[in-house]
């Protein structure tokens, strides 16, 4: 039944990675921590991926007005599966606008593609050092 439900003890989970013009850091992960010690995993992770101070990372769970699903906390999934989730990976774009002075803050930062049935745009802004994560695109050829 669970299996039909499209629930499962491993698998997939839900995470985003958001940076803020502050400079700061926001991941956010369906699953739960206990005291495991996942929150500071999951900000050193996104820490790794990005070139961020782990002090400038905030880690949000268990709140479904940011969080539309999750698998939960069981056995040692949250890591493996929520873990994951925050990394960039093969559907992300992320990089540094720089100019002639160097990082640029503040700049917009536009994906945008014409390979899906209808014309698909997304859009971020750099944080205080140049710095933008466009996450979870859809497959498609993309110009920035």
Known sequence: MLGALNFGAG???HGSVRMLPTG?????TGT?????GHATAWAMLASEELGIDVDKITVKWG???LIPEGGGTGGS???QQGGAAVQLDGDDIGGVVTGPAGPEAGVWVIAETTDLPTKFAKIVVTD?????????LPKA???L
């Open 63 to 65: 709140d479904t007005d």
């Open 141 to 143: 050829n993309y110009s």
């Open 32 to 36: 739960s921590p206990h005291g495991q």
């Open 11 to 13: 698998g997939w989970e």
């Open 77 to 79: 999934r949250s890591l």
């Open 24 to 28: 700061k850091v926001e991941v956010v």
């Open 128 to 136: 205080d050092q140049g710095r933008y994560v466009l996450p979870d």
